[in-house]
């Protein structure tokens, strides 16, 4: 059922913006589909092997749909889907259909619950330099921040994280973020992520930061916390090991 209103959603979004929605083709992936794996305590590695058969099962049914996993805090395993459109989502649940059934019993004692969303990078919020201090490919260690808004301050949100890019952009910074927004599902209504190499490489430069434009950013920081009646902050670490890669 909840899938079935995340489709319905998303093909709402492309028929209202269908421009933005067929631009977003020709490049890169407009949506993603979020789903944050809850595990009980100390079943990590029970989890990953429920992960590494799954990932057996859709090579095997030729799922063309790729995941990308990152391991929260709190023993939450995010998997990021990309999707360029609404035809999207029901494919893929086409294709998973077609799967042999993995082990659900252990499944059901490793995994606690799953929230599911469909998230939107929001490139205008998001601050990438020319040059990033750490290349795409050296990254391993994700910061995350989200925020779960009280009602009707999105607008206000959004012209915040508007101002800390241009407080970015107008000091050089070498470090880059990205802003997420929730379209629709479970879970907070922004999330940011500033990534590093590792978690000494993120704690060595954020203070840094901070004291390069501390004056100017706290207030700014100030302001985004009070219009949020919820906001967490968390580790994220990559996990390729446990990424699924469709067959070419």
Same mark, same amino acid.
């Given at each position: 059922?909840?899938?079935?209103?995340?489709?319905?959603?998303?093909?709402?979004?492309?028929?209202?913006?269908?421009?933005?929605?067929?631009?977003?083709?020709?490049?890169?992936?407009?949506?993603?589909?979020?789903?944050?794996?809850?595990?009980?305590?100390?079943?990590?590695?029970?989890?990953?092997?429920?992960?590494?058969?799954?990932?057996?099962?859709?090579?095997?049914?030729?799922?063309?749909?790729?995941?990308?996993?990152?391991?929260?805090?709190?023993?939450?395993?995010?998997?990021?889907?990309?999707?360029?459109?609404?035809?999207?989502?029901?494919?893929?649940?086409?294709?998973?259909?077609?799967? %042999?059934?993995?082990? %659900?019993?252990?499944?059901?004692?490793?995994?606690?619950?799953?929230?599911? %969303?469909?998230?939107?990078?929001?490139?205008?919020?998001?601050?990438?330099?020319?040059?990033?201090?750490?290349?795409?490919?050296?990254?391993?260690?994700?910061?995350?921040?989200?925020?779960?808004?009280?009602?009707?301050?999105?607008?206000?949100? %959004?012209?915040?994280?508007?101002?800390?890019?241009?407080?970015?952009?107008?000091?050089?910074?070498?470090?880059?973020?990205?802003?997420?927004?929730?379209?629709?599902?479970?879970?907070?209504?922004?999330?940011?992520?500033?990534?590093?190499?590792?978690?000494?490489?993120?704690?060595?430069?954020?203070?840094?930061?901070?004291?390069?434009?501390?004056?100017?950013?706290?207030?700014?920081?100030?302001?985004?916390?009070?219009?949020?009646?919820?906001?967490?902050?968390?580790?994220?670490?990559?996990?390729?090991?446990?990424?699924?890669?469709?067959?070419?």
């Amino acid at each position: 059922m909840r899938l079935n209103t995340l489709v319905c959603t998303l093909a709402f979004l492309c028929l209202v913006s269908l421009p933005s929605c067929a631009s977003a083709q020709q490049e890169q992936p407009q949506f993603a589909l979020w789903q944050q794996v809850h595990i009980n305590p100390d079943k990590a590695a029970e989890y990953e092997q429920v992960r590494a058969d799954r990932n057996a099962g859709m090579a095997e049914a030729n799922v063309a749909f790729g995941r990308k996993v990152f391991a929260w805090d709190g023993g939450i395993y995010t998997l990021e889907i990309p999707l360029s459109n609404m035809a999207d989502l029901d494919r893929m649940r086409t294709q998973e259909a077609a799967m %042999s059934a993995g082990d %659900s019993t252990l499944a059901r004692e490793v995994i606690h619950h799953i929230d599911t %969303s469909i998230q939107q990078r929001r490139p205008e919020l998001s601050f990438t330099p020319n040059t990033p201090r750490v290349p795409e490919a050296e990254i391993g260690f994700y910061r995350g921040i989200t925020f779960n808004l009280k009602f009707g301050t999105a607008n206000e949100a %959004s012209e915040i994280f508007q101002q800390i890019r241009a407080l970015y952009e107008a000091n050089n910074v070498e470090n880059e973020f990205a802003v997420f927004s929730k379209v629709t599902g479970s879970g907070p209504d922004f999330s940011v992520f500033f990534p590093a190499r590792d978690a000494v490489d993120f704690y060595t430069q954020n203070p840094l930061i901070f004291e390069r434009l501390g004056p100017s950013l706290r207030p700014l920081v100030t302001q985004l916390n009070s219009l949020s009646h919820q906001t967490d902050s968390f580790n994220s670490t990559r996990r390729e090991d446990l990424d699924y890669q469709p067959p070419n």
